[in-house]
């Protein structure tokens, strides 16, 4: 059984930092790459972050060089480090991974993030 699950989240002030977490179990984490994605209140789904399994990650440009992407295949675990966070990033932040062998995708339940004052 495939468990993505997400942890960290939480209320944070503008230009706070948070660091989330996705510890995956039931895939071969070393196999799959990693992303997260996120959802605001009445806004679809959207990129944020990727680390493929080869460790190069890429970014969407609202996040980039504010936030850093990374995975630990020991622990099957990636990792996001959110710094300088704005209202706008506020959303449900989901995990994401995708096997590159049978392109499976599968998703966590999702984290909540909300910046505000």
């Known amino acids: 059984q495939v468990q993505l699950v997400e942890s960290g989240g939480g209320l944070v002030r503008p230009e706070g930092s948070l660091r989330l977490s996705c510890a995956a179990s039931?895939?071969?984490?070393?196999?799959?790459?990693m992303a997260w994605y996120r959802q605001a209140p009445g806004k679809q789904r959207e990129f944020v972050a990727r680390?493929?399994?080869?460790?190069?990650?890429d970014y969407d440009d609202f996040v980039q060089g504010r936030f850093t992407i990374s995975r630990d295949n020991a622990k099957n675990t990636i990792y996001l480090q959110m710094n300088s966070l704005k209202p706008e990033d506020t959303a449900v932040y989901y995990c994401?991974?995708?096997?590159?062998?049978?392109?499976?995708?599968?998703w966590g339940q999702g984290t909540q993030v909300t910046v505000a004052s």
């Open positions: 680390i493929t399994v080869g460790g190069s990650s």
């Open positions: 039931g895939i071969i984490f070393s196999r799959n790459h």
């Open positions: 994401n991974s995708s096997d590159v062998i049978f392109d499976k995708d599968n």
